[in-house]
C-alpha cells in the first residue's frame, strides 16, 4: 500500500505543484549558488594574477628605468670629467632625484621575498654608485682631471655597474618566470572554470528538463506546468544574465540561447540571431576549415566545417575546450577560449550543443608584449653588437687606408729630393720639402686620432719591459734638438746618474715625453726648456720647464680636453689637433701614473710626468 501521508504522495494537486516547484527552485538555487561560487573564486584568482602580471611588469619597468638613472649618472659625469663643461651634469642632477624615488617605487610593488633581498641589495649597490660617482665630480671639482681620473681608473663604479647590472638581469628574469607562471595559471584557471560552468549550466538545465517532465507527468494539468516552465525560465534567465561569459546554444537548425554576455561580445542583439542563425555567423570560416581538416587527420574519419567541428570530440565525452577567433558585428576579431559541450536527449543521442565562451584580448595582448619585449631587447643587443664591429672596422680601415698612402707620399718625396728621377731646381727642392713637411704633419694628425679613440673604445695596450730610462730621455732630447736651435733655444737635459731601468712601455713613455717637450718648444719664442728627471718616493718624475707665455686658470682647465687649443694668438699660429696632451695624459694614467703642471702668465709652465717604479705597473 502507498502510504498518501508521504508529501510527495499527496493527493492535493496543487500542494503537490507547490512541492515540485519548491524543489526545483532550491536545485536550481544550490546550482547556482555552486556556479556563482566557482565563478567568483576563479575570478579572484585571476584578479590577483592580474595584478601579479601588472606587478611584474611595473617591477621590471621601474628596474630598467633605474639602471637608466645610474647609467645617465655615470655617463653625465663621465661626460663632465672629459669636457668640463657644466652643461653635462644637467642629466646626473636630474638622475639623482629619480633614483631614490624609482626605488622607493619598485620596492612597493615587490611581493617575493627573494626579489625583495636582491633589490635591497641592487638600491645599497645604487646608492655606492652614485656616492662613487660625486666622489669623482668633487675631486673633479676641488684636485683636477688626473685625480678623478685615478679614481675612475680603480675600477670601483665599473664593479659596482657590473654587480647592478647583474642584480638587474637576475629581477627581470625572476619578473618574466612569473609572468610565464601567472599566464600558464591564467590558462588553466579559465579551462577549468567554463568546464565546471559548462557543467554547472548543462546540470542545472537537465534539473530544468527533470523538474518540468514531473510536473507534466505528475499533474497533467497545463497551468501548473505553465508556471513551473515559467519560475524555472526565470532561474534560468537569472544564471544567463548575471555572468559575463559568452553562452551559446543550438543546433544544426540554428541558435536557441544567446545571453547577454554573448551580446556584449559579438554586437548582435539575441532577436538577431535566435532561430535565424547559425555559429557559421560569427566564426571565421577559414579557421573552421582548418579545424575541420585537424580533427579529420587527428580522428581519422572525415569532419566537415560546421556544427561537427565543435561536437566531434565531444560525441567521444569529452568537453571540446580550445581558442578561437570570433568576428563581431563591426567587424572587429576577438580572440576567445571556448568550451563545447553536448546535450543529449534520454536516449543519449546528442540534439544540440553549449558553447561557453571568454574574451581572450587581454592574455594574447600580455603574450603580444613579452614577445615584442624580447625582441626589442634582441634587437638593442643586436644593434649594439653592430655598432661595437663597425667602430673596430672604421679603425682597422682608417689605419690602412689613410697610413699607407700618407707613407708613400712621404716617402716618393723623398726619393725625388735625393734627385733619383733626376734633378731638381731650387724652387722644386722648396716646394717638395714643403709637400713632404705637409705629409708629415698629417700622418701625425692621423695617428693623434686612431690613439685617442683606441684609448678612449678600451682597445690600446701597453706592454711593459725592462727600459734604460737615461737612453730613452737622451733619445728624445736628441731627436727634438735641431727644433730647439732652429728657434734659438737652449734645451738643457739633466738627470742622476743612479736613474737605472724601469719596467714601462718605452715607446709609450717617449711618446708622452716627445709631447711635453715638443710643446714647451713650440710654444717658446726666447729663453729655453729644461728636463729635468729623478726618483722620487717610488715615482719616476720628469719635469719639463719652459719661459713661454704661460697660462691663467681658465685655461688650465682646458688644458687636457681633445681638440682643445689655447686661443691667445700665440697658440693659432702652431699647427696642431689639440690631442697631444689628452693622449700623453690618458696614456699616463694607463700606467698607472698622471700629469701635473703648474703656470704662472707671463712666466712660463711646468709639466711634471710621474709613472710608478713598481714592477706591478699597469700594463
Given at each position: 500500500?502507498?502510504?498518501?501521508?508521504?508529501?510527495?504522495?499527496?493527493?492535493?494537486?496543487?500542494?503537490?505543484?507547490?512541492?515540485?516547484?519548491?524543489?526545483?527552485?532550491?536545485?536550481?538555487?544550490?546550482?547556482?549558488?555552486?556556479?556563482?561560487?566557482?565563478?567568483?573564486?576563479?575570478?579572484?584568482?585571476?584578479?590577483?594574477?592580474?595584478?601579479?602580471?601588472?606587478?611584474?611588469?611595473?617591477?621590471?619597468?621601474?628596474?630598467?628605468?633605474?639602471?637608466?638613472?645610474?647609467?645617465?649618472?655615470?655617463?653625465?659625469?663621465?661626460?663632465?670629467?672629459?669636457?668640463?663643461?657644466?652643461?653635462?651634469?644637467?642629466?646626473?642632477?636630474?638622475?639623482?632625484?629619480?633614483?631614490?624615488?624609482?626605488?622607493?617605487?619598485?620596492?612597493?610593488?615587490?611581493?617575493?621575498?627573494?626579489?625583495?633581498?636582491?633589490?635591497?641589495?641592487?638600491?645599497?649597490?645604487?646608492?655606492?654608485?652614485?656616492?662613487?660617482?660625486?666622489?669623482?665630480?668633487?675631486?673633479?671639482?676641488?684636485?683636477?682631471?688626473?685625480?678623478?681620473?685615478?679614481?675612475?681608473?680603480?675600477?670601483?663604479?665599473?664593479?659596482?655597474?657590473?654587480?647592478?647590472?647583474?642584480?638587474?638581469?637576475?629581477?627581470?628574469?625572476?619578473?618574466?618566470?612569473?609572468?610565464?607562471?601567472?599566464?600558464?595559471?591564467?590558462?588553466?584557471?579559465?579551462?577549468?572554470?567554463?568546464?565546471?560552468?559548462?557543467?554547472?549550466?548543462?546540470?542545472?538545465?537537465?534539473?530544468?528538463?527533470?523538474?518540468?517532465?514531473?510536473?507534466?507527468?505528475?499533474?497533467?494539468?497545463?497551468?501548473?506546468?505553465?508556471?513551473?516552465?515559467?519560475?524555472?525560465?526565470?532561474?534560468?534567465?537569472?544564471?544567463?544574465?548575471?555572468?559575463?561569459?559568452?553562452?551559446?546554444?543550438?543546433?544544426?537548425g540554428g541558435i536557441r540561447l544567446f545571453n547577454r554576455g554573448a551580446e556584449k561580445l559579438l554586437g548582435y542583439e539575441a532577436g538577431d540571431v535566435v532561430g535565424?542563425?547559425?555559429?557559421?555567423?560569427?566564426?571565421?570560416?577559414?579557421?573552421?576549415?582548418?579545424?575541420?581538416?585537424?580533427?579529420?587527420?587527428?580522428?581519422?574519419?572525415?569532419?566537415?566545417?560546421?556544427?561537427?567541428?565543435?561536437?566531434?570530440?565531444?560525441?567521444?565525452?569529452?568537453?571540446?575546450?580550445?581558442?578561437?577567433?570570433?568576428?563581431?558585428?563591426?567587424?572587429?576579431?576577438?580572440?576567445?577560449?571556448?568550451?563545447?559541450?553536448?546535450?543529449?536527449?534520454?536516449?543519449?543521442?546528442?540534439?544540440?550543443?553549449?558553447?561557453?565562451?571568454?574574451?581572450?584580448?587581454?592574455?594574447?595582448?600580455?603574450?603580444?608584449?613579452?614577445?615584442?619585449?624580447?625582441?626589442?631587447?634582441?634587437?638593442?643587443?643586436?644593434?649594439?653588437?653592430?655598432?661595437?664591429?663597425?667602430?673596430?672596422?672604421?679603425?682597422?680601415?682608417?689605419?690602412?687606408?689613410?697610413?699607407?698612402?700618407?707613407?708613400?707620399?712621404?716617402?716618393?718625396?723623398?726619393?725625388?729630393?735625393?734627385?733619383?728621377?733626376?734633378?731638381?731646381?731650387?724652387?722644386?727642392?722648396?716646394?717638395?720639402?714643403?709637400?713632404?713637411?705637409?705629409?708629415?704633419?698629417?700622418?701625425?694628425?692621423?695617428?693623434?686620432?686612431?690613439?685617442?679613440?683606441?684609448?678612449?673604445?678600451?682597445?690600446?695596450?701597453?706592454?711593459?719591459?725592462?727600459?734604460?730610462?737615461?737612453?730613452?730621455?737622451?733619445?728624445?732630447?736628441?731627436?727634438?734638438?735641431?727644433?730647439?736651435?732652429?728657434?734659438?733655444?737652449?734645451?738643457?737635459?739633466?738627470?742622476?746618474?743612479?736613474?737605472?731601468?724601469?719596467?714601462?712601455?718605452?715607446?709609450?713613455?717617449?711618446?708622452?715625453?716627445?709631447?711635453?717637450?715638443?710643446?714647451?718648444?713650440?710654444?717658446?719664442?726666447?729663453?729655453?726648456?729644461?728636463?729635468?728627471?729623478?726618483?722620487?718616493?717610488?715615482?719616476?718624475?720628469?719635469?719639463?720647464?719652459?719661459?713661454?707665455?704661460?697660462?691663467?686658470?681658465?685655461?688650465?682647465?682646458?688644458?687636457?680636453?681633445?681638440?682643445?687649443?689655447?686661443?691667445?694668438?700665440?697658440?693659432?699660429?702652431?699647427?696642431?689637433?689639440?690631442?697631444?696632451?689628452?693622449?700623453?695624459?690618458?696614456?699616463?694614467?694607463?700606467?698607472?701614473?698622471?700629469?701635473?703642471?703648474?703656470?704662472?702668465?707671463?712666466?712660463?709652465?711646468?709639466?711634471?710626468?710621474?709613472?710608478?717604479?713598481?714592477?706591478?705597473?699597469?700594463?
Amino acid at each position: 500500500m502507498l502510504d498518501n501521508s508521504h508529501p510527495m504522495l499527496s493527493t492535493d494537486p496543487e500542494a503537490a505543484m507547490r512541492r515540485i516547484l519548491l524543489a526545483v527552485a532550491v536545485s536550481f538555487l544550490l546550482i547556482l549558488l555552486g556556479v556563482g561560487g566557482l565563478a567568483l573564486s576563479s575570478l579572484r584568482g585571476l584578479t590577483r594574477d592580474a595584478a601579479s602580471v601588472r606587478r611584474a611588469q611595473e617591477v621590471k619597468t621601474l628596474v630598467s628605468e633605474l639602471m637608466g638613472a645610474l647609467t645617465d649618472v655615470e655617463t653625465s659625469v663621465r661626460g663632465h670629467l672629459l669636457t668640463g663643461q657644466a652643461d653635462f651634469l644637467e642629466p646626473y642632477h636630474q638622475a639623482r632625484g629619480q633614483i631614490s624615488a624609482l626605488a622607493e617605487s619598485v620596492q612597493a610593488r615587490v611581493l617575493d621575498d627573494s626579489v625583495n633581498l636582491a633589490l635591497t641589495d641592487m638600491i645599497l649597490l645604487a646608492q655606492s654608485r652614485q656616492e662613487v660617482a660625486e666622489d669623482v665630480l668633487t675631486t673633479f671639482q676641488e684636485r683636477g682631471f688626473v685625480q678623478a681620473q685615478a679614481l675612475v681608473a680603480s675600477g670601483t663604479g665599473m664593479e659596482l655597474h657590473d654587480r647592478l647590472r647583474g642584480h638587474e638581469a637576475w629581477i627581470m628574469e625572476r619578473q618574466n618566470q612569473i609572468l610565464r607562471d601567472r599566464e600558464d595559471r591564467t590558462a588553466r584557471t579559465a579551462r577549468r572554470t567554463m568546464v565546471l560552468l559548462a557543467l554547472g549550466v548543462a546540470t542545472g538545465m537537465a534539473v530544468l528538463a527533470l523538474g518540468t517532465m514531473v510536473l507534466y507527468r505528475g499533474l497533467g494539468e497545463r497551468a501548473a506546468a505553465r508556471r513551473a516552465l515559467q519560475t524555472s525560465n526565470s532561474l534560468m534567465e537569472a544564471i544567463l544574465a548575471g555572468t559575463d561569459y559568452a553562452i551559446i546554444s543550438g543546433d544544426e537548425g540554428g541558435i536557441r540561447l544567446f545571453n547577454r554576455g554573448a551580446e556584449k561580445l559579438l554586437g548582435y542583439e539575441a532577436g538577431d540571431v535566435v532561430g535565424k542563425a547559425t555559429a557559421d555567423l560569427f566564426h571565421d570560416p577559414d579557421e573552421m576549415a582548418a579545424a575541420a581538416r585537424s580533427l579529420t587527420q587527428e580522428l581519422g574519419e572525415e569532419v566537415k566545417p560546421g556544427l561537427e567541428v565543435f561536437l566531434a570530440r565531444s560525441r567521444r565525452g569529452a568537453t571540446d575546450i580550445g581558442e578561437w577567433t570570433y568576428v563581431r558585428k563591426d567587424g572587429r576579431r576577438v580572440p576567445v577560449l571556448l568550451a563545447v559541450s553536448p546535450l543529449r536527449d534520454e536516449n543519449g543521442r546528442v540534439v544540440s550543443f553549449l558553447g561557453i565562451a571568454q574574451d581572450n584580448s587581454a592574455r594574447k595582448e600580455a603574450e603580444r608584449s613579452l614577445v615584442a619585449s624580447r625582441e626589442a631587447m634582441a634587437l638593442a643587443k643586436h644593434r649594439a653588437e653592430e655598432a661595437d664591429r663597425a667602430k673596430s672596422v672604421f679603425l682597422a680601415t682608417m689605419s690602412h687606408e689613410l697610413r699607407t698612402p700618407l707613407n708613400s707620399i712621404i716617402g716618393f718625396t723623398g726619393v725625388l729630393q735625393q734627385g733619383l728621377a733626376g734633378p731638381l731646381t731650387d724652387e722644386q727642392q722648396r716646394q717638395l720639402e714643403m709637400v713632404r713637411g705637409s705629409g708629415r704633419h698629417l700622418l701625425a694628425l692621423i695617428n693623434d686620432i686612431l690613439d685617442i679613440s683606441r684609448i678612449e673604445a678600451g682597445e690600446l695596450s701597453l706592454q711593459a719591459r725592462p727600459m734604460e730610462v737615461p737612453d730613452s730621455l737622451r733619445r728624445v732630447a736628441s731627436t727634438l734638438g735641431p727644433l730647439a736651435s732652429a728657434k734659438g733655444l737652449q734645451l738643457d737635459l739633466s738627470m742622476p746618474p743612479d736613474l737605472g731601468r724601469i719596467r714601462q712601455d718605452e715607446r709609450r713613455l717617449e711618446q708622452i715625453l716627445i709631447n711635453l717637450i715638443g710643446n714647451a718648444i713650440k710654444f717658446t719664442e726666447k729663453g729655453g726648456v729644461k728636463v729635468q728627471a729623478v726618483r722620487r718616493a717610488g715615482w719616476l718624475c720628469v719635469q719639463v720647464q719652459d719661459t713661454g707665455p704661460g697660462m691663467d686658470a681658465e685655461e688650465l682647465e682646458q688644458l687636457f680636453r681633445p681638440f682643445h687649443q689655447l686661443d691667445n694668438g700665440l697658440a693659432r699660429s702652431h699647427e696642431g689637433t689639440g690631442l697631444g696632451l689628452a693622449i700623453s695624459q690618458r696614456l699616463a694614467a694607463l700606467m698607472g701614473g698622471s700629469i701635473t703642471v703648474h703656470s704662472t702668465p707671463g712666466l712660463g709652465s711646468t709639466f711634471t710626468l710621474n709613472v710608478p717604479l713598481e714592477e706591478e705597473t699597469v700594463s
